[in-house]
């Protein structure tokens, strides 16, 4: 047993103190953290949780992995910024080890995630003019029903969801809606002008939602036959969530343009990166895109070491292991109120019916169990732990759901 005591009046302090100053645009669990350490993290009351969101996945390899903080220590004291005026001797050798890494022939550094989506959009456009001969103006990209992309004007623009896009038009013209996971209605929008399809191999935000098997493949095929840019957003199905470095590797498929970010820093940085073949990058000059802070040598070394941990601790490999037993394990103490549980790797979720008290309900109670994990939407529960997950842990996940399902 696990009981979680809460000193309200501290922990009630800092929440009152952000209700007062901060923009209300998360409703966060009434947890205040202060220290991380692998899968586990604590509250200013010393209470200690199993970190089973991971940041939205940005935390695959544990909280203050030791060997990336050493990283950023060590570069933070030598140096830091240099803008892409100059060169600095970390962005090379990153380039060479995240296309080692990745099979990837090209590699443009930014920052966020919403960045990296912003560049691959940009790049799809300008390919399409410049080398698919599509008329000015007139390049169309291809989006999924249910996406998640980010939160910049132009990615909630081709949001279907009206909590995100809801009054804050007017948006970018350019892009079509097809549903995710049917590969005829795609087909069936591409057109002489389409120059991207631009997809999540399985939708994290949208409440971990598999595409049919097959459909990745149909999709590759399609845009070759077409002449279209595939661009997939790994940035949360990426770097060993779901069992795989890439989860393109499930489908044994390879997109042209690859968005990583998140888990590219281990936490630590905001660090995203646009992977691509050289054709397809091949179109940016100098002048055209950039950012102050994009593959600047901090966010390199701390990239490096983040890479560097998730092979040489074995950590892709346990998200495959460890995922399976936590899936079956989950998958046997489901109750009559739980609809499925479904996932890849750590990259899990247990959805419930909906008369079933709702998402929201079981976390709380998970919360007071100590395990941390975020409902998303109303009826499912994301379970996606750090990538050092051991069985033992794995087990005991299952154990609290047995307790707090309804
Ligand atoms: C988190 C996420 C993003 C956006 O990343 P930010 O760093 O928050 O801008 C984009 N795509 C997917 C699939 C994500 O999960």
């Not at 309900?361 to 939407?377: I, N, S």
Request: hydrophobic share 45%; charged share 20%; aromatic share 6%.
């Amino acid at each position: 047993m696990n009981d979680v005591s809460l000193n309200r009046a501290l922990t009630q302090r800092y929440i009152d103190t952000e209700a007062r100053l901060g923009a209300k645009n998360y409703k966060p669990l009434d947890v205040v953290l202060t220290r991380g350490e692998g899968v586990h993290v604590w509250d200013v009351d010393g209470n200690r949780y199993l970190d089973c969101l991971s940041a939205y996945s940005a935390v695959n390899q544990g909280h203050c992995h030791p060997k990336i903080l050493a990283a950023m220590v060590e570069q933070a004291g030598r140096l830091t910024l240099t803008s892409r005026a100059f060169r600095n001797d970390q962005l090379a050798p990153f380039y060479e080890e995240v296309c080692a890494l990745t099979n990837s022939h090209k590699v443009l550094p930014m920052n966020s995630g919403a960045e990296a989506v912003e560049t691959a959009l940009k790049v799809a456009r300008k390919w399409g003019y410049e080398i698919k001969g599509v008329p000015d103006g007139q390049a169309e990209i291809v989006v999924a029903a249910d996406n998640f992309h980010g939160r910049t004007v132009a990615i909630v623009g081709f949001s279907t969801d009206p909590d995100s896009r809801g009054g804050f038009g007017p948006f970018a013209p350019g892009f079509r809606t097809v549903p995710f996971g049917d590969a005829a209605a795609l087909e069936a929008a591409i057109g002489p002008n389409t120059v991207a399809f631009l997809v999540e191999p399985i939708q994290g935000e949208a409440g971990v939602i598999f595409p049919p098997a097959g459909y990745l493949r149909r999709v590759r095929e399609l845009c070759t036959r077409h002449n279209v840019i595939l661009i997939l957003d790994e940035i949360q199905t990426g770097l060993g969530r779901t069992g795989r470095l890439l989860a393109e590797e499930h489908d044994g498929i390879e997109a042209d343009l690859t968005l990583i970010g998140k888990a590219l820093s281990g936490g630590f940085y905001p660090v995203s990166a646009v992977l691509s073949n050289s054709e397809v990058m091949g179109v940016l000059h100098p002048g055209e895109h950039g950012s102050t802070f994009g593959g600047n040598p901090l966010a390199c070394a701390v990239a490096r070491a983040a890479l560097k941990v998730l092979v040489e601790e074995g950590m892709v490999e346990n998200a495959a292991r460890v995922g399976a037993r936590l899936q079956a394990g989950l998958a046997q103490v489901a109750t009559s109120r739980v609809k499925e549980v479904r996932g890849r790797g750590l990259m899990i979720a247990v959805e419930l019916h909906a008369d079933a008290g709702g998402a929201r309900r079981v976390c709380e109670a998970l919360q007071g169990r100590g395990l941390l994990a975020k409902e998303t939407h109303a009826h499912t529960i994301r379970i996606a732990p750090p990538l050092i997950l051991t069985d033992d842990q794995a087990d005991w996940i299952v154990d609290q759901f047995a307790a707090a399902l309804p």
